[in-house]
């Protein structure tokens, strides 16, 4: 049955429901507390960047217990009865499943989205607000695949209280010759490499 039957059939559908359409579903969707949502397709400039980071990331984290992952995972949001995929993001150490699955991840301490015009609005807005839900989680970065601009988004909190004010500090990079130093990893990333053979 396809996401598209299936909706128009049942205005919800179960977790389970969407679980199982998902493993034979042609494109990805998005679960929203019972509402499934179809995710736009990337573009090459899009594919590239994603690749650009893993790859440059792997690297740099090969000798670490830090752990990559691509968009094949979900991220599920328990506060949010939420299952979502990330563009990239990273554990420390073992990933924690959900239930006994081994395709919804818990425990992310560091996403990234590479932005495209139908879910900027989504990735800035109500997507960070259901990530900031998960006690790992503590770096945040929105990627153009437009122009070289970078919003890095770090949790002063980290560590702390978890009854703390949960503080954001925002740092824009938005030149080729810059460098982002992340934080959670306590590695240094070179704007352009991120953007290695990306035409503007």
Request: with cysteine; glycine share 4%; aromatic share 10%.
């Amino acid at each position: 049955m396809s996401i598209e039957l299936a909706t128009k059939a049942k205005t919800h559908l179960t977790l389970d429901e969407y679980r199982s359409i998902e493993v034979t579903a042609e494109e990805r969707h998005e679960y929203r507390n019972g509402e499934v949502v179809a995710m736009s397709g990337g573009s090459e400039a899009h594919s590239s960047i994603v690749s650009n980071l893993l790859i440059y990331l792997g690297f740099l984290l090969r000798d670490t217990d830090f752990r990559l992952y691509n968009s094949d995972l979900r991220v599920w949001i328990p506060a949010y009865q939420c299952g979502t995929y990330t563009d990239l993001m990273i554990c420390n150490g073992r990933p924690e499943f959900n239930d006994d699955r081994t395709d919804e991840i818990l425990n992310p301490l560091l996403i990234v989205e590479v932005l495209s015009p139908s879910t900027e609005a989504y990735d800035r807005a109500e997507k960070f607000r259901k990530y900031r839900s998960l006690p790992s989680f503590c770096e945040y970065l929105l990627v153009s695949q437009t122009e070289p601009y970078i919003e890095q988004y770090h949790n002063l909190d980290r560590g702390l209280d978890r009854n703390s004010s949960d503080r954001w500090e925002l740092q824009v990079l938005d030149r080729i010759d810059q460098s982002i130093f992340l934080h959670s990893l306590d590695v240094e990333l070179s704007i352009a490499e991120i953007y290695r053979r990306i035409d503007f």
